[in-house]
């Protein structure tokens, strides 16, 4: 059988914030995405024929032969064969080391990844925009994986203009051994903001001359860790209660973290990842470690850049 290996890395959100609800059902963000060296493995091979692809995944204690309708490779599938009339069979194996549920758009990167390597393996050499418009439809955050090095993101996580961060960057993921249920995050965050009375703008970021400034000022490679933009607007949201006492936990993640001698820490996403950013590889190694002995889920790796 002939096919293609493609990676699909993990990222992290450098920080996080959210709009209200718009009329789509959407919420407005406002977030720097940041790739990494860890990911998942995308194994896809050519079988005789045609028809939907075989897909099944492995590594993590959850990966397994998913349901079609719950399968975004199924669906990426689908989107490429409607635009291109590809529709070889395929067995597609992913050596999933992601964390479902992580924040860490696992399975947005493995869908962006099978894109991208269907347009290899049919020869097809779509467009950028097409890719591009193809990802939008399966997932907010899935054009991020085919732009490649970190991007600030505006709208609902499509809009994308990228940032000069810097590469290998160390990076500690801690994964408390739960799932976030993102859907659930954003009504909790609707309801806790609708008790307050507290519904914050993104303002210029969905004004396109105010996003394209915005991301002029974040040039990394210049500034001390100390002046990057921060925080999570889930944050408060899991610290007022939530599905498996989020709140407390990742709050107690972040401060080991912050003990273990990260230079900068966050929540990913909606959680369940949290992460540290370190300036020294050898702190960041011991780091690992220590928390290693009190948490299921640790990996050590660093940001990526573009290309």
């Known amino acids: 059988m002939s096919g293609l290996t493609v990676k699909a890395p993990a990222k992290i959100n450098l920080y996080l914030r959210i709009g209200e609800r718009r009329a789509d059902g959407y919420h407005g963000i406002e977030s720097l995405f940041v790739p990494l060296a860890f990911g998942d493995t995308l194994r896809i091979f050519l079988l005789d024929g045609e028809g939907p692809p075989r897909v099944r995944m492995e590594g993590l204690p959850a990966a397994g032969r998913l349901p079609a309708g719950k399968n975004i490779l199924r669906a990426a599938f689908s989107l490429f064969r409607e635009k291109t009339g590809f529709g070889r069979r395929l067995y597609i194996k992913v050596i999933k080391r992601v964390p479902m549920g992580g924040g860490l758009g696992g399975g947005s ?12 393996l049919s020869g097809a050499g779509l467009p950028a925009e097409e890719l591009r418009a ?19 993101a505006g709208g609902r996580g499509e809009r994308l203009l990228p940032v000069d961060f810097p590469a290998g960057m160390p990076v500690v993921l801690v994964n408390p051994g739960f799932a976030s249920d993102t859907a659930a995050a954003y009504r909790r965050l609707d309801r806790l903001r609708l008790e307050k009375g507290a519904f914050p703008a993104l303002g210029e970021t969905e004004q396109d001359g105010g996003f394209a400034a915005r991301a002029g000022g974040f040039r990394f490679a210049g500034n001390t860790i100390g002046d990057w933009p921060r925080g999570n607007d889930f944050l408060p949201v899991f610290r007022d209660g939530g599905e ?33 950013i370190f300036t020294d590889g050898g702190r960041a190694k011991t780091a690992a470690k220590m928390l290693s002995k009190g948490w299921p889920f640790i990996r050590l790796t660093f940001s990526l850049r573009a290309g």
């Open 244 to 276: 498996n006492g989020g709140g407390a936990v990742f709050q107690e993640i972040l401060s080991a973290l912050d003990r273990s001698g990260a230079d900068f820490s966050g929540l990913s996403g909606s959680g369940s990842t949290c992460f540290g």
């Open 134 to 152: 193809m990802a939008e439809k399966l997932g907010s955050d899935v054009p991020f994986f085919l732009l490649g090095g970190a991007a600030l």
């Open 109 to 120: 990167s493995d869908a962006a990844a099978l894109l991208a390597a269907l347009d290899r």
